[in-house]
């Protein structure tokens, strides 16, 4: 019997994978990803690669890729009814997208957006560090000023920031206010601010699932950082291990402690969620979990943000989709992204979705590899060559 798809019909009809551009302003170096990772989707799927989107696009409802993570209404417009329709999620506000779900407004909070959650920041207590999320300036200092008193150093984060761009650490209420005094109210009331318990140590793991022409995937990996133009520590790539399966399956077969504190914490990160908005679905969804100590030496483990849109180890992701969906026996395997602020020679073998001079970041390399495709070596390979970040929380 012919299988059938979220829009009720045989997955013959299924139209081509298309690139959807929303956000013009993206450097050429994301568009050049997301188009390689959509061309290798369309092959995981069985269809075309149809370009960018138009509504010209015909031949059957279209596989999309969108940029960015999608509002319900515009889900609705494009015809996107289900995680079977696109390649990221879709949400009921804008804030649901950003890093400011993750914590509780402070008591006296103003200026919370339409659709504020307020039991959700409770929910999640027990899956992220402690932390406060505010979307005013005012709200920032008191709130920045009560985390502060608790004696350890925390992290002011912009809610739509990404790569850890306009994170600054603080210490002292002059540090709060200068950190404060560099952003832009307007952004803040947009997008919300956190603030949250910096670490002293870290590592930042990866666990994700996805769902992708009938293939459920779910991984759990390292990050590690490097330098760009700027000298800057950014998002340099992640390992990852990946198997069929879901989350839950994923927690059973990780042996390693860590690894589980990571996967536990986003199973209940991500049912928090799903309980708070009903109208939230995605097929690809991605978590930033950093594990370290604070200042009193006590080991941390939390949710940092999630990720439910292509991101910077999508490039990995669809290569375990790619040779999972050409041999139905391969059960795991472990794949890594890198990103490099050169143009440098990449290992054998090795899929380049990007070498170039990007007239926004510079020069900068791009590619996705597969490290092992057998369960042994693939658990051998796990996260032992990557070290994780301190900046706390790219959303890869």
């Not at 919370?112 to 307020?118: E, F, K, N, R």
């Not at 926004?360 to 791009?366: F, N, R």
Request: hydrophobic share 40%; proline share 5%; aromatic share 6%.
């Amino acid at each position: 019997m012919p299988m059938t798809g979220a829009f009720g019909r045989e997955a013959d009809h299924r139209g081509p994978v298309v690139d959807l551009v929303l956000m013009r302003k993206r450097g050429i170096h994301e568009k050049a990803t997301r188009q390689w990772a959509a061309q290798r989707l369309a092959g995981v799927l069985g269809v075309d690669y149809g370009g960018e989107y138009s509504e010209l696009t015909s031949d059957g409802p279209p596989y999309f890729v969108p940029d960015r993570t999608l509002l319900a209404g515009e889900a609705a417009r494009f015809g996107i009814h289900g995680p079977d329709d696109l390649f990221g999620g879709v949400v009921p506000f804008p804030f649901v997208a950003t890093k400011s779900i993750t914590h509780p407004s402070p008591d006296d909070a103003r200026d919370l957006p339409q659709g504020w959650s307020h039991a959700l920041g409770a929910a999640l207590a027990p899956f992220v560090l402690p932390g406060l999320t505010v979307f005013n300036l005012d709200d920032a200092r008191r709130a920045g000023r009560s985390l502060l008193a608790a004696g350890s150093a925390i992290r002011t984060k912009p809610g739509q920031g990404i790569g850890g761009s306009g994170q600054r650490v603080v210490a002292t209420h002059d540090e709060l206010d200068a950190a404060l005094d560099a952003l832009d109210d307007d952004a803040i009331r947009e997008a919300g601010l956190v603030l949250e318990l910096n670490l002293a140590t870290a590592v930042t793991y990866s666990v994700g699932v996805l769902t992708v022409g009938g293939i459920g995937l779910a991984y759990v990996g390292t990050q590690r950082t490097t330098r760009n133009h700027a000298g800057h520590e950014v998002y340099g790539g992640s390992t990852l291990r990946c198997m069929r399966g879901g989350l839950e399956d994923l927690l059973q077969a990780t042996a390693d402690e860590a690894g589980r504190r990571a996967v536990a914490a986003t199973i209940g990160y991500d049912r928090e969620v799903g309980r708070a908005f009903a109208q939230f679905f995605a097929s690809r969804r991605n978590y930033d979990i950093v594990i370290g100590e604070d200042n009193e030496g006590t080991v941390r483990c939390g949710v940092l943000e999630q990720s439910w849109r292509i991101g910077g180890a999508s490039p990995a992701e669809v290569l375990a989709l790619q040779a999972m969906s050409v041999d139905p026996a391969l059960e795991r395997i472990c794949v890594s992204s890198c990103e490099v602020y050169d143009l440098i020679d990449v290992p054998t073998g090795a899929g380049i979705s990007f070498r170039g001079e990007d007239p926004v970041v510079g020069a900068i390399t791009k590619y996705g590899i597969v490290e092992a495709d057998d369960a042994r070596a693939c658990a051998a390979t796990g996260g032992s060559t990557v070290q994780g970040s301190e900046r706390h929380g790219h959303p890869a």
